[in-house]
T-cell receptor, first 115, second 111 residues
Framework: GDSVTQMEGPVTLSEEAFLTINCTYT??????LFWYVQYPGEGLQLLLK?????DKGSNKGFEATYRKETTSFHLEKGSVQVSDSAVYFC??????????????FGQGTILTVHP | DGGITQSPKYLFRKEGQNVTLSCEQN?????MYWYRQDPGQGLRLIYY???????QKGDIAEGYSVSREKKESFPLTVTSAQKNPTAFYLC??????????FGPGTRLTVT
């Protein structure tokens, strides 16, 4: 079945540092890929997405590129802020059939940014 | 504004009681989902529904039940058969490959 693997956390950075959170996946066909962010005590928010190979999703300074050759969707940000402290989830979905919209999640990566 | 609402935000129950968590969406999405999240862990799928009057078990459906009588609503009942019900419960909805949109969650504590 489909699976998503994220780099283990927690990740601790100083403000303005460069961020990379690795995500690789195993799936048949051409899934859509997502990054979600969860702030303490809240639900998940869709951060960015990519629906086909070589697509780059971007939002709020975060970027991720859908790399089919390496089955990866790594999250990057050039300069993190304290407000970026949260849990980040990588996920994929297959379209159609019985898996309509159903997401497969990675285990989540805790990011803490210090001033 | 379109979105997903879950109520209440915090819920406390005694062991042995059934409890129903509410989830409503006005995004006109066909599919809805319930997840469970435990501290320091990812999300696990409980039930999902692709269309009104139809739903499927997810990975951890035992001890839970759902209904989907209206497109906008997908309530989850945590029954007394659920052995460890204390958790954070998240509801979501989606339209095809656009990604799922999540509610704010309900934190259930059973003592």
């Amino acid at each position: 079945g489909d699976s998503v693997t994220q780099m283990e956390g927690p990740v601790t950075l100083s403000e303005e540092a460069f961020l990379t959170i690795n995500c690789t996946y195993t799936a048949t066909g051409y899934p859509s890929l997502f990054w979600y962010v969860q702030y303490p005590g809240e639900g998940l928010q869709l951060l960015l997405k990519a629906t086909k190979a070589d697509d780059k999703g971007s939002n709020k300074g975060f970027e991720a590129t859908y790399r089919k050759e390496t089955t990866s969707f790594h999250l990057e940000k050039g300069s993190v802020q304290v407000s970026d402290s949260a849990v980040y989830f990588c996920a994929l979905t297959q379209a159609g059939g019985t898996s309509y919209g159903k997401l497969t999640f990675g285990q989540g990566t805790i990011l803490t940014v210090h001033p | 504004d379109g979105g997903i609402t879950q109520s209440p935000k915090y819920l406390f129950r005694k062991e042995g009681q059934n409890v129903t968590l509410s989830c409503e969406q006005n995004l006109n999405h066909d599919a809805m989902y319930w997840y469970r999240q435990d501290p320091g862990q990812g999300l696990r799928l409980i039930y999902y529904s692709q269309i009104v009057n139809d739903f499927q078990k997810g990975d951890i459906a035992e001890g839970y039940s759902v209904s989907r009588e209206k497109k906008e609503s997908f309530p989850l009942t945590v029954t007394s058969a659920q052995k460890n019900p204390t958790a954070f419960y998240l509801c979501a909805s989606s339209a095809d490959r656009a990604g799922q949109y999540f509610g704010p969650g309900t934190r259930l504590t059973v003592t």
